[in-house]
């Protein structure tokens, strides 16, 4: 179970400005995900390490040399409000 | 070349016919343009012109000349690339991912960018924010996903193959009820780079194609390890085409523990049917435990929208795609993720968001991580007494639009033989084994079945699924032509 307030707070974590119906529908959708998913307190997971990767690979490092990468422009080319070689952003203050 | 010749030969087919100077590359081009053009299921997000499609394949390769589908998952350098979402909306990448670069050095000019579930999360297609996609044998139907499109667009006689990707059966499924040949490779197998990550651990390319040898050529270009990937390593040895007519000597493992609730009656016959073909082969079938692969959907759906709550936080309106509102910092990235995400992704991202946060992270993603350990050792286990495990690749054959979309938990058990062996990370495949009526009854439709092996054995997989391909001879040109108008 979810309550609609823990919603409301996994969506600002989440940044997403949901609107009401949705809040709505998401507490019961995660809800009921959640019922399934509270299953797996059945599996015995005693002394069992966790899984985050399959592969048996550690520390995959190339030599250390400079080399091109994308050039400013081409980085920029896909940028809503490109200004001034950077990317532009509204104000981190709501205006009064 | 008369037209029904060209729909009907593989891709491997296609190839020697070029190469034999039978047909010329630009006679096959022209031909595959023409039927994407005319797609009616809407398989394509983007089709290529005649000129930007020559651009792509170089030749003088082994499979010169033969055009491909690539699912618009794939970064494609000044190319339209949107996941299927519309929070990527008119975004052009600045580069290629290393799988499309690898198709077009070996000669195959890109035919377009295939409709997908949004940033492939879903199995119906119905996830798209550009429109479901319709499967080819019935179009009251859908194609699976996430790689609908791909499936839909080889079954539907669209293109001779297709790539797609696969996270928890994004391959298969989609390749089972379209009537084709689905390979899921084994995790590191392909290169991720340029590949729009939804869960890292998870994700890997593979081919859809017509028959395993067209499966078995593709991976072979595909794979291989690659510096702008350091989870990838290739398969040592590579792959060739299969030639395995026998399967004298080798053993299948049927899970029967897993194959029972809510596996439709036709899909289990097809199934059982397929079992005795191994058994005619010379294989051995050997009935086995995978004790916690009941619990894989459920760990499942903790890590995947974890990982994919993490990797979607690119998106926030400051370097590429969809901006929304300009009033202050925080209620721009706000109104863009909710705008430019849709519902399924919403979803995932919440469910992932409230796994991973403080007081809810041992519970949920902890505890999920070792519920994956436990299923990885289930297969170790196996694949101690077994060569193979094989499944039903999904428990249904295609369902009607809309039939399951109501409830998530439903349209996520489409994958329940196919999630645990995207957590065990090991390779898997489906193979058409016939068609059967749905329940309910109706028209028939194709039925997958699936096989699986330990990590890197992809081509002891390929010469076994190649040998039943031949004993079971599936016909698939009933959807061939369908595909457009």
Not at chain 2, 121 to 130: F, H, I, K, L, T
Not at chain 2, 366 to 389: N, W, Y
């Amino acid at each position: 179970m979810i309550e609609r307030e823990q919603v409301l707070h996994v969506a600002r974590l989440s940044r997403l400005r949901l609107s009401d119906e949705e809040v709505d529908t998401l507490t019961g959708e995660l809800s009921s995900v959640l019922d399934h998913v509270d299953k797996l307190a059945e599996v015995d997971i005693e002394g069992v390490e966790p899984t985050s990767h399959v592969l048996p690979l550690e520390n995959v490092l190339r030599t250390d040399e400079p080399r091109p990468s994308l050039e400013r422009e081409v980085a920029l080319s896909q940028a809503p409000d490109p200004h001034d070689g950077a990317f532009r952003v509204p104000s981190p203050q709501a205006e009064a | 070349m008369a037209d029904m010749q060209l729909l009907a030969a593989s891709g491997a087919e296609t190839a020697a016919q070029i190469a034999a100077g039978e047909v010329s590359a630009d006679e096959v081009l022209d031909f595959w343009l023409s039927r994407a053009a005319n797609d009616r299921l809407n398989g394509y997000l983007w089709k290529s012109g005649p000129e930007s499609a020559r651009e792509g394949g170089a030749p003088g390769g082994p499979l010169s000349g033969v055009p491909i589908a690539i699912k618009d998952i794939f970064c494609t350098e000044g190319v339209p690339t949107t996941a299927a979402s519309r929070i990527l909306g008119g975004y052009v990448p600045p580069y290629t991912a290393t799988s499309v670069s690898k198709t077009a050095a070996a000669g195959m000019p890109m035919l377009g960018k295939t409709n997908m579930d949004e940033f492939a999360m879903g199995s119906s297609n119905e996830n798209s924010a550009y429109g479901a996609c319709l499967n080819p044998w019935d179009t009251e139907r859908v194609p699976g996903g996430s790689s609908g499109g791909s499936a839909a667009v080889v079954a539907g006689g669209l293109a001779p193959w297709a790539l797609g990707t696969d996270t928890g059966g994004s391959i298969r499924q989609p390749a089972g009820f379209c009537g084709i040949v689905g390979l899921k490779p084994t995790y590191g197998a392909i290169s991720r780079y340029g590949m729009i990550a939804f869960a890292s651990s998870l994700d890997q390319c593979g081919p859809l194609t017509r028959n395993v040898t067209d499966a078995a050529l593709l991976l072979e270009v595909l794979q291989g390890r690659d510096e702008m990937d350091t989870t990838s390593v290739g398969i040592e040895g590579g792959i060739k085409a299969p030639t395995a007519e026998r399967l004298d000597g080798m053993t299948f493992g049927v899970p029967r523990g897993l194959i029972g609730e809510g596996i439709e009656a036709g899909v289990l016959a097809r199934f059982e049917d397929t079992l005795i073909r191994i058994a005619e082969l010379g294989g051995e079938i050997v009935d086995i435990e995978l004790p916690h692969a009941g619990h894989a959907i459920s760990a499942y759906y903790v890590l995947a929208p974890a990982e994919a709550s993490t990797n979607l936080s690119r998106y926030d309106g400051v370097r590429y795609g969809l901006r929304s509102s300009d009033e202050d910092l925080l209620s721009m990235y706000e109104l863009t993720r909710e705008e430019g995400f849709g519902p399924e992704v919403k979803r995932r991202i919440m469910l992932g968001t409230y796994a991973l946060s403080s007081g809810y992270y041992d519970a949920y993603y902890g505890r999920a991580q070792k519920v994956r350990t436990r299923i990885v050792e289930d297969f170790d286990s196996a694949f101690a007494k077994v060569d193979f495990v094989v499944t039903p690749t999904s428990p249904t054959v295609a369902f009607r639009l809309g039939e399951k979309t109501a409830d998530p938990w439903t349209m996520y058990l489409s994958d329940v033989f196919t999630v645990p062996i995207s957590l065990a990370g090991i390779p898997a495949i489906s193979i058409p084994a016939g068609l059967a009526e749905p329940d309910g009854g109706g028209p028939e439709l194709p039925v997958g079945f699936q096989i699986a092996a330990p990590a890197f054995s992809e081509q002891k997989l390929i010469e076994a699924s190649h040998a039943l391909e031949q004993a079971i001879g599936f016909d698939g040109s009933a959807a061939l032509e369908g595909g457009a108008r």
